[in-house]
T-cell receptor
Framework: EAQVTQNPRYLITVTGKKLTVTCSQNMNHEYMSWYRQDPGLGLRQIYYSMNVEVTDKGDVPEGYKVSRKEKRNFPLILESPSPNQTSLYFC????????????FGSGTQLSVL | GESVGLHLPTLSVQEGDNSIINCAYSNSASDYFIWYKQESGKGPQFIIDIRSNMDKRQGQRVTVLLNKTVKHLSLQIAATQPGDSAVYFCAENNAGNNRKLIWGLGTSLAVNP
């Protein structure tokens, strides 16, 4: 089954404790992206990747890192999480940026205390 | 503290009626438009897309209409069912902004039995 898999589904952590949210897709997609979703603010792009070893900042990249060492994986790293990073995070992938539909993961609800 | 943002527009319809969800887009150069459905606790799910060389596109129970003159996009859902209750997002993009998807804030559809 074609899917984007994110883990964990829920995460509670404390300020400053590094964490990684994993994302994997099985569709051989070149484009992958991370979004955060906050009430009233819609979906905001954090980082995206056009292909292996190619990553770019989205609209809200501060406090986040990503890597794309393999085509299927695109982890999101919070080196020193802060409470304002409490949010619902989605990973997404598509064959091509902006010209093909995005497939989304189920989301990761992160709470930073 | 609590974030302040826009309240999500809400459309309430009776089961079996047709629903029309509207979206005003911002850039007259946009040439690709897409609708997503997000059910509670899930990631956004692709519904239908349309390119600017078309005015209308139909799927199963859904129709997207594009009016480029007034930069307006609509999603019509025929015979709305309780399972259609969700938040619906429109998005646009164009080659001029590196194919970045510009997301609307969403419309909440509530289907009354």
């Amino acid at each position: 089954e074609a899917q984007v898999t994110q883990n964990p589904r829920y995460l509670i952590t404390v300020t400053g404790k590094k964490l990684t949210v994993t994302c994997s897709q099985n569709m051989n997609h070149e484009y992958m992206s991370w979004y955060r979703q906050d009430p009233g603010l819609g979906l905001r792009q954090i980082y995206y990747s056009m292909n292996v070893e190619v990553t770019d900042k989205g609209d809200v990249p501060e406090g986040y890192k990503v890597s794309r060492k393999e085509k299927r994986n695109f982890p999101l790293i919070l080196e020193s999480p802060s409470p304002n990073q409490t949010s619902l995070y989605f990973c997404a992938s598509s064959r091509d940026r902006g010209k093909e539909k995005l497939f989304f993961g189920s989301g990761t609800q992160l709470s930073v205390l | 503290g609590e974030s302040v943002g826009l309240h999500l527009p809400t459309l309430s319809v009776q089961e079996g009626d047709n629903s029309i969800i509207n979206c005003a887009y911002s850039n007259s150069a946009s040439d690709y438009f897409i609708w997503y459905k997000q059910e509670s606790g899930k990631g956004p799910q692709f519904i239908i897309d349309i390119r600017s060389n078309m005015d209308k596109r139909q799927g199963q129970r859904v129709t997207v209409l594009l009016n480029k003159t007034v930069k307006h996009l609509s999603l019509q859902i025929a015979a709305t069912q309780p399972g259609d209750s969700a938040v619906y997002f429109c998005a646009e993009n164009n080659a001029g902004n590196n194919r970045k998807l510009i997301w609307g804030l969403g419309t909440s559809l509530a289907v009354n039995p």
